[in-house]
């Protein structure tokens, strides 16, 4: 029998394979977090509870006087409600739309051999790569001729051109995962397109469908730039509203921050739903090759 | 010069234990199996070995230098993985040369010592390829090269050839033996393949539940099993209960069981291999199955009140039929084995 | 088994939908940019091929200054992110506690309208921000960040939207790494700091690179957050692309611009392109 005792103690080595201590890098997030999500928020909160009689000018670091006259007065703001709903509206029209134009062509991409392949992706990406000023300014053109400018289905048609590429994108990553396997055997059983489709593809695409669906919702919800070219005035969502109390007429700070709560809180239950759901990997892949 | 000293190393993954305070020991250059079925530690305690995983308790030395504290980039392990784990991004020169490279080896030696490596596994014209454009068989001897040009104090090998077909596992499987007798590293290779244990290791340990529950060469440990596992684990066995009558230890077709008496009721081992079959009209067993492995005929006798495996090789041995009467004859002696399921004995003993 | 044909007939039809959709909203009014920097289907001023909206391009002192300070809005808030989200993403992968707390906390941004980023950096970071008014007492006196010539403000806000989006991409990346492969390359005896380097970021390439271009590209066309926060001059290109559309109805001019940003855009992607290709070369090793 061996076993001679070895010099060194036998307690458990405490150096993990990846190094340091799990318990720096929380503290250090930790702080990160509070400094650059709570504080702004913390801030927000408060512009939007300033008492309309008397404000909060330097040097007071928080305001002397709290009031929700603010959030009455927004809430009560017909404009207001009305961009909301708008805002919802389109975006769940974009999210529709989106989805029903991607899906043929992710599968396509994912799973038909055809010659253009590399052609068609670069197409499909091509979106993303031109600057989105330039594709808003360029359909505001193409808008005026077709008197599409100044409208609701404009603005959506117009969004969903940003939408489609990471749609196409996510989608395909996750149909590309579907083992071909899956769907020769359907077909041996019978199964057309159609069916193929219903219960084999759609079914097993549903990360990419939640992925790509909630990505294209908030996109659409907070997008700007070509919102404002197309729709503006007419037409005005969050973010247009947003930006008039900021760039308009005149900085109104608390309306702005009621504002901002009125674009956030939907966005953020949408992402703490989202978050139990969403596969962290199927958005990175779909995103992570160009 | 390396000798691998391991003392009650235990690790448990939230409520499971996978090891339960392993101790073993390995003499320099000397080639060492753990063999078991999934679950059974063996990988779990070869990463703890290289430092990829931490141990609850318990120490590793290499010689007198405890290593179980250091980052694996500083114990001088080498291992071989079953994904073979090649860096996509570089030659197969760059890939055996890394190892090199991170302990500051100047440039033109690193240079020859890949190129020696490669010629080692027969790889010397594929030096600038990137490891996509090879097979596997290739890619696993790259990887092998790689583990072997740091010179390491000891070699792993995680089911490194668990990938790879049939015919190019045992081909690779020899060259591999080759290369580590010449080299004379120490090395310690996990499996579940017996035949592959039996095929390389000077010594091989059956592990079981996060147990070493026995250990021996291979030919000690094919022939003398102690326990039943290992008995069962390595090749095929038939277990059969032995009664005594009159102080005898009878067999189920009332032969005299083996010589040491005295002693209860227990099981005996006997590899098919080892019965010898002979049809008899009058003969106690009887034909149940019969299959056809070519090299050899397997047939399911029952006797006694059990059921019997026997395999007869040769191309002149005879196919019965199912049904027919025979007889049945040990040619050596069952081997006794030790009751209860685990018998955990401590390694080191001859 | 179905020919060549036969599967091109079918990758046609499906791709019908998207491409053609992408082709009459997307490609068409790109065509029709182009065509309009050289005076071709332009609505006001006169048609015809000329180059004269480029001579008033770059001819323009104030354009020229916005294409310059569109590239440094486009670049230099990228860069700003990359550093921020690379150590990010690593140690977020790390286990810690509350690890899975933090992977949904830094991903908050990404469903805040750059506006609202904006708005935050107005209010922290302005003359009378809240940044300098928890300073004075302590007698620090914060240099102009809003509307400086520098554009600090653009820049925290942008990254402050960027680097999420960047981490999201470049943890997907290291992710996808095969474990065995890192677990290689440290018992070959190289520390976490040589394999993130020789290891880790060349096989995250991919992602890294697609999160730089898409941030490169996002800032770039920026309009809102560098009209809220940017200097009075020079103004980013964009601002001159819609008020040369909407206020002077000089469509041409503005079909120029797109085109110049869109051209360097693209030159961006082919250099980066071949940048990285010579990077995987080089941590190669030997051979160069």
């Given at each position: 029998m061996t076993a001679t005792l070895s010099a060194t103690p036998m307690r458990a080595p405490r150096q993990p394979f990846l190094s340091s201590d799990g318990r720096w890098i929380s503290l250090g997030l930790g702080l990160a977090f509070v400094v650059v999500l709570g504080l702004p928020l913390v801030v927000a909160v408060l512009w939007s509870l300033v008492d309309p009689r008397v404000g909060w000018f330097a040097p007071d670091v928080v305001p002397t006087s709290l009031a929700l006259d603010h959030w009455h007065t927004a809430l009560r703001n017909p404009t207001i409600l009305s961009a909301l709903g708008l805002s919802v509206g389109i975006g769940i029209a974009v999210t529709i739309l989106t989805s029903v134009l991607a899906l043929p062509t992710a599968y396509a991409l994912a799973k038909l051999p055809f010659k253009m392949k590399r052609a068609v992706e670069l197409f499909v990406l091509a979106p993303l790569i031109v600057p989105g000023i330039i594709v808003a300014v360029g359909v505001g053109a193409i808008f005026f001729r077709l008197d599409l400018v100044y409208t609701i289905p404009g603005v959506i048609l117009v969004q969903t051109v940003g939408t489609l590429p990471f749609m196409i994108r996510i989608l395909a990553a996750t149909i590309e995962a579907i083992p071909g396997d899956l769907i020769a055997a359907a077909r041996t059983l019978g199964a057309g397109p159609w069916s193929i489709a219903r219960h084999i593809v759609i079914p097993l695409a549903w990360p990419g469908f939640i992925a790509g669906g909630l990505l294209t919702f908030v996109s659409s919800f907070e997008e700007f730039e070509k919102t404002f070219i197309i729709g503006s005035p007419f037409v005005q969502t969050l973010p247009v509203i947003l930006w008039t109390y900021l760039g308009g007429r005149g900085i109104i700070f608390p309306n702005a921050a009621v504002v901002t709560f009125i674009l956030l809180v939907p966005m953020l239950i949408v992402f703490f739903l989202a978050g139990r759901v969403l596969r962290d990997d199927v958005l990175a892949s779909g995103m992570g090759k160009l | 010069m390396s000798t691998l000293h391991i003392d009650g190393v235990a690790k448990s993954f939230g409520g499971t234990t996978a090891l339960h305070e392993v101790s073993l020991h390995v003499g320099d250059g000397e080639f060492v199996t753990l063999l078991g079925p999934s679950g059974c530690g063996k990988t779990t305690l070869m990463r703890i070995i290289a430092g990829i995983t931490q141990p609850d308790r318990g120490s590793i030395r290499i010689d007198d230098r405890a290593i179980h504290a250091l980052p694996p980039e500083r114990r001088n392990i080498g291992l071989v993985f079953q994904s073979y784990a090649l860096f996509p991004h570089m030659t197969v020169a760059a890939n055996v040369g890394f190892g090199l490279k991170m302990r500051g080896i100047p440039r033109a030696q690193v240079a020859a010592r890949v190129a020696a490596a490669l010629d080692l596994v027969d790889l010397g014209a594929l030096a600038d390829r990137h490891p996509r454009a090879l097979s596997g068989g290739q890619q696993q001897r790259v990887a092998l090269a790689r583990a072997v040009v740091i010179e390491p104090d000891v070699l792993l090998f995680d089911e490194p050839l668990s990938n790879l077909d049939a015919k190019l596992r045992d081909q690779l499987r020899d060259d591999l033996k080759i290369l580590q007798r010449r080299l004379g590293i120490t090395a310690i290779y996990v499996t579940h393949d017996q035949a592959e244990a039996m095929a390389l290791a000077d010594r091989i340990l059956v592990m079981k539940d996060g147990r070493i529950v026995e250990e021996g060469a291979p030919v000690a440990l094919y022939r003398q099993p102690r326990t039943r596992f290992a008995a069962e684990f390595l090749g095929q066995t038939n277990v059969i209960p032995v009664h005594l009558e009159a102080g005898q230890p009878l067999m189920p077709w009332d032969m005299v069981g083996f010589a040491r008496t005295g002693i209860a009721d227990r099981h005996v081992s006997l590899r098919p291999e080892d019965i010898a079959m002979t049809p008899d009209a009058e003969g106690p067993g009887e034909v149940r199955g019969v299959i056809f492995l070519g090299a050899s005929v397997e047939c399911r006798v029952a006797i006694g009140g059990v059921e019997l495996r026997v395999r007869q090789s040769g191309s002149g041995v005879a196919i019965p039929e199912i049904g027919a009467p025979v007889r049945l004859a040990a040619r050596i002696e069952p081997h006794p084995l030790a009751e209860g399921v685990h018998s955990a004995l401590s390694v080191g003993d001859a | 088994m179905i020919g060549g044909f036969a599967y091109r007939a079918a990758a046609a039809i499906l791709i019908l939908p998207a491409g053609g959709y992408l082709a009459l909203f997307f490609g068409l009014p790109l065509l029709l940019a182009f065509l309009g920097g050289f005076g071709?289907?332009?609505?006001g001023a006169e048609t015809g091929f000329t180059l004269e909206h480029y001579r008033v391009l770059f001819g323009t002192q104030a354009y020229r200054d916005g294409l310059w300070f569109s590239t440094y809005l486009a670049i230099v808030p990228t860069l700003v992110s990359l550093s921020l989200s690379l150590p990010l993403a690593v140690a977020l992968a790390r286990t810690h506690p509350g690890q899975k707390l933090f992977n949904m906390l830094y991903k908050v941004p990404l469903v805040v309208p750059g506006i609202v980023a904006a708005f935050i950096v107005m209010t922290m970071f302005d003359r009378g921000g809240l940044a300098a008014r928890a300073l004075a007492p302590i007698g620090i006196d914060l240099p102009?960040?809003?509307?400086d010539q520098w554009a600090v403000g653009v820049i925290i806000a942008t990254a402050w939207k960027a680097v999420p989006f960047m981490t999201l991409i470049i943890g997907g990346s290291l992710g996808a790494i095969n474990r065995d492969i890192l677990a290689a390359a440290r018992t070959l005896g190289a520390g976490p700091w040589a394999t993130f380097v020789r290891i880790q970021v060349p096989l995250a390439l991919p992602g890294i690179t697609a999160a730089f271009l898409l941030t490169f590209i996002g800032g770039m066309g920026a309009y809102a957050v560098p009209n809220l926060l940017g200097p009075v001059y020079p103004l980013p290109l964009s601002v001159h692309m819609y008020v040369n559309a909407?206020?002077?109805?000089n469509w041409g001019l503005v079909s120029a611009m797109g085109t110049v940003l869109s051209l360097i855009s693209i030159m961006v992607l082919l250099a980066y392109y071949r940048a990285t290709r010579s990077m995987r070369t080089a941590y190669g090793g030997e051979a160069r």
């Amino acid at each position: 029998m061996t076993a001679t005792l070895s010099a060194t103690p036998m307690r458990a080595p405490r150096q993990p394979f990846l190094s340091s201590d799990g318990r720096w890098i929380s503290l250090g997030l930790g702080l990160a977090f509070v400094v650059v999500l709570g504080l702004p928020l913390v801030v927000a909160v408060l512009w939007s509870l300033v008492d309309p009689r008397v404000g909060w000018f330097a040097p007071d670091v928080v305001p002397t006087s709290l009031a929700l006259d603010h959030w009455h007065t927004a809430l009560r703001n017909p404009t207001i409600l009305s961009a909301l709903g708008l805002s919802v509206g389109i975006g769940i029209a974009v999210t529709i739309l989106t989805s029903v134009l991607a899906l043929p062509t992710a599968y396509a991409l994912a799973k038909l051999p055809f010659k253009m392949k590399r052609a068609v992706e670069l197409f499909v990406l091509a979106p993303l790569i031109v600057p989105g000023i330039i594709v808003a300014v360029g359909v505001g053109a193409i808008f005026f001729r077709l008197d599409l400018v100044y409208t609701i289905p404009g603005v959506i048609l117009v969004q969903t051109v940003g939408t489609l590429p990471f749609m196409i994108r996510i989608l395909a990553a996750t149909i590309e995962a579907i083992p071909g396997d899956l769907i020769a055997a359907a077909r041996t059983l019978g199964a057309g397109p159609w069916s193929i489709a219903r219960h084999i593809v759609i079914p097993l695409a549903w990360p990419g469908f939640i992925a790509g669906g909630l990505l294209t919702f908030v996109s659409s919800f907070e997008e700007f730039e070509k919102t404002f070219i197309i729709g503006s005035p007419f037409v005005q969502t969050l973010p247009v509203i947003l930006w008039t109390y900021l760039g308009g007429r005149g900085i109104i700070f608390p309306n702005a921050a009621v504002v901002t709560f009125i674009l956030l809180v939907p966005m953020l239950i949408v992402f703490f739903l989202a978050g139990r759901v969403l596969r962290d990997d199927v958005l990175a892949s779909g995103m992570g090759k160009l | 010069m390396s000798t691998l000293h391991i003392d009650g190393v235990a690790k448990s993954f939230g409520g499971t234990t996978a090891l339960h305070e392993v101790s073993l020991h390995v003499g320099d250059g000397e080639f060492v199996t753990l063999l078991g079925p999934s679950g059974c530690g063996k990988t779990t305690l070869m990463r703890i070995i290289a430092g990829i995983t931490q141990p609850d308790r318990g120490s590793i030395r290499i010689d007198d230098r405890a290593i179980h504290a250091l980052p694996p980039e500083r114990r001088n392990i080498g291992l071989v993985f079953q994904s073979y784990a090649l860096f996509p991004h570089m030659t197969v020169a760059a890939n055996v040369g890394f190892g090199l490279k991170m302990r500051g080896i100047p440039r033109a030696q690193v240079a020859a010592r890949v190129a020696a490596a490669l010629d080692l596994v027969d790889l010397g014209a594929l030096a600038d390829r990137h490891p996509r454009a090879l097979s596997g068989g290739q890619q696993q001897r790259v990887a092998l090269a790689r583990a072997v040009v740091i010179e390491p104090d000891v070699l792993l090998f995680d089911e490194p050839l668990s990938n790879l077909d049939a015919k190019l596992r045992d081909q690779l499987r020899d060259d591999l033996k080759i290369l580590q007798r010449r080299l004379g590293i120490t090395a310690i290779y996990v499996t579940h393949d017996q035949a592959e244990a039996m095929a390389l290791a000077d010594r091989i340990l059956v592990m079981k539940d996060g147990r070493i529950v026995e250990e021996g060469a291979p030919v000690a440990l094919y022939r003398q099993p102690r326990t039943r596992f290992a008995a069962e684990f390595l090749g095929q066995t038939n277990v059969i209960p032995v009664h005594l009558e009159a102080g005898q230890p009878l067999m189920p077709w009332d032969m005299v069981g083996f010589a040491r008496t005295g002693i209860a009721d227990r099981h005996v081992s006997l590899r098919p291999e080892d019965i010898a079959m002979t049809p008899d009209a009058e003969g106690p067993g009887e034909v149940r199955g019969v299959i056809f492995l070519g090299a050899s005929v397997e047939c399911r006798v029952a006797i006694g009140g059990v059921e019997l495996r026997v395999r007869q090789s040769g191309s002149g041995v005879a196919i019965p039929e199912i049904g027919a009467p025979v007889r049945l004859a040990a040619r050596i002696e069952p081997h006794p084995l030790a009751e209860g399921v685990h018998s955990a004995l401590s390694v080191g003993d001859a | 088994m179905i020919g060549g044909f036969a599967y091109r007939a079918a990758a046609a039809i499906l791709i019908l939908p998207a491409g053609g959709y992408l082709a009459l909203f997307f490609g068409l009014p790109l065509l029709l940019a182009f065509l309009g920097g050289f005076g071709l289907f332009t609505r006001g001023a006169e048609t015809g091929f000329t180059l004269e909206h480029y001579r008033v391009l770059f001819g323009t002192q104030a354009y020229r200054d916005g294409l310059w300070f569109s590239t440094y809005l486009a670049i230099v808030p990228t860069l700003v992110s990359l550093s921020l989200s690379l150590p990010l993403a690593v140690a977020l992968a790390r286990t810690h506690p509350g690890q899975k707390l933090f992977n949904m906390l830094y991903k908050v941004p990404l469903v805040v309208p750059g506006i609202v980023a904006a708005f935050i950096v107005m209010t922290m970071f302005d003359r009378g921000g809240l940044a300098a008014r928890a300073l004075a007492p302590i007698g620090i006196d914060l240099p102009k960040l809003v509307r400086d010539q520098w554009a600090v403000g653009v820049i925290i806000a942008t990254a402050w939207k960027a680097v999420p989006f960047m981490t999201l991409i470049i943890g997907g990346s290291l992710g996808a790494i095969n474990r065995d492969i890192l677990a290689a390359a440290r018992t070959l005896g190289a520390g976490p700091w040589a394999t993130f380097v020789r290891i880790q970021v060349p096989l995250a390439l991919p992602g890294i690179t697609a999160a730089f271009l898409l941030t490169f590209i996002g800032g770039m066309g920026a309009y809102a957050v560098p009209n809220l926060l940017g200097p009075v001059y020079p103004l980013p290109l964009s601002v001159h692309m819609y008020v040369n559309a909407f206020e002077r109805n000089n469509w041409g001019l503005v079909s120029a611009m797109g085109t110049v940003l869109s051209l360097i855009s693209i030159m961006v992607l082919l250099a980066y392109y071949r940048a990285t290709r010579s990077m995987r070369t080089a941590y190669g090793g030997e051979a160069r």
